[in-house]
């Protein structure tokens, strides 16, 4: 079982839809959460953090369940500039700074 | 501009010839990793280095070889590429403490024949 799962899709959207992608882990140690986005062929960047409190950037919202060990990603409004793939990110409790990735979701939104 | 620099961005070559990528930072970040990424498996981390002189396997080190002698460099070493290395290589760095991601290089698509 891999330690990040994370739906492949494609989601293919229409613009101005909402879109959900969620990710669950399965290490309880993990400490810290991210969202990147990679474009095709390109380097991963990073989206956003993920907090305990769930937060929000603009269209994009994470949330967070600790109990659940699960992650989740809502974009509002969808653009066509939005068509990526979204990988999720655990980084686990520890003396150095090791990052687990999920294999990742492709979000496709079209006119 | 703050960046990670990794070089080639392309390269083919043929099976046992000794190849190296290298990897540069101007962060003064302490933590640099080598990543591949295949299909349907995500990034998987190679080698990490903690600091200068500090590198250690990560989770598929098979083949490959680091050295950090300098902050700021990081180079992949394939000693005798064979064709299950071809992939897509991500150099990334970061300061060692903190919740912070990671800036990463734009990648080296390397394949071998």
């Known amino acids: 079982r891999k330690e990040v799962e994370q739906d492949p899709g494609p989601f293919n959207v229409p613009e101005g839809a909402t879109v959900a992608f969620n990710c669950t882990y399965s290490n309880s140690a993990s400490q810290s959460f991210f969202w990147y986005r990679q474009d095709c062929r390109k380097e991963p960047k990073l989206l956003m953090s993920v907090y305990s409190s769930g937060n929000e950037d603009g269209r994009f919202t994470a949330q967070l369940n600790r109990a659940s060990q699960y992650i989740s990603l809502l974009i509002r409004d969808s653009k066509l500039s939005d068509s990526a793939t979204y990988l999720c990110v655990v980084r686990h409790s520890g003396?150095?700074?090791?990052?687990i990735f999920g294999a990742g979701t492709r979000l496709a939104v079209h006119p | 501009e703050a960046q990670v620099t990794q070089n080639p961005?392309?390269?083919?070559?043929?099976?046992?010839?000794?190849?190296?990528?290298?990897?540069?930072?101007?962060?003064n970040h302490e933590y640099m990793s080598w990543y591949r990424q295949d299909p349907g498996l995500g990034l998987r981390q190679i080698y990490y280095s903690m600091n200068v002189e500090v590198t250690d396997k990560g989770d598929v080190p098979e083949g490959y070889k680091v050295s950090r002698k300098e902050k700021r460099n990081f180079p992949l070493i394939l000693e005798s590429p064979s064709p299950n290395q071809t992939s897509l290589y991500f150099c990334a760095s970061s300061f060692r403490r903190g919740a912070?991601?990671?800036?990463?290089g734009s990648g080296t698509r390397l394949t071998v024949v």
């Open chain 1, 95 to 99: 003396g150095y700074n090791k990052l």
């Open chain 2, 100 to 104: 912070e991601g990671y800036t990463f």
């Open chain 2, 9 to 27: 961005r392309y390269l083919i070559t043929v099976t046992g010839k000794k190849l190296t990528v290298t990897c540069s930072q101007n962060m």
